[in-house]
């Protein structure tokens, strides 16, 4: 953590094609996960190189409010 600063952990978006640490997941929101290029599925919580992006893009048309369950790691869904 001592790595990054306090705007980069606020303002900066979430690089999903880098693995910042080896043993903790970044959890993160605010980029619609309709906007990550290399998610295959859009509009759902998306995991790669130990990243959740949780934000699935309610406001969008086909969007949905999503969670996650931190110790299982189950997923869960309200349509838009």
Same mark, same amino acid.
């Given at each position: 953590?001592?790595?990054?600063?306090?705007?980069?952990?606020?303002?900066?978006?979430?690089?999903?094609? !880098?693995?910042?640490?080896?043993?903790?997941?970044?959890? !993160?929101?605010?980029?619609? !996960?309709?906007?990550?290029?290399?998610?295959?599925?859009?509009?759902?919580?998306?995991?790669?190189?130990?990243?959740?992006?949780?934000?699935? *893009?309610?406001?969008?048309?086909? *969007?949905?409010?999503?969670?996650?369950?931190?110790? !299982?790691?189950?997923?869960?869904?309200?349509?838009?």
């Amino acid at each position: 953590m001592e790595d990054y600063s306090l705007h980069d952990l606020i303002w900066e978006r979430a690089d999903y094609n !880098t693995q910042y640490f080896n043993d903790k997941f970044v959890v !993160t929101g605010h980029t619609p !996960t309709q906007l990550i290029e290399e998610n295959p599925n859009p509009g759902y919580i998306y995991k790669n190189n130990n990243h959740i992006a949780i934000d699935c *893009g309610a406001h969008f048309p086909c *969007g949905r409010l999503a969670a996650i369950c931190l110790d !299982t790691l189950e997923e869960y869904y309200v349509q838009g």
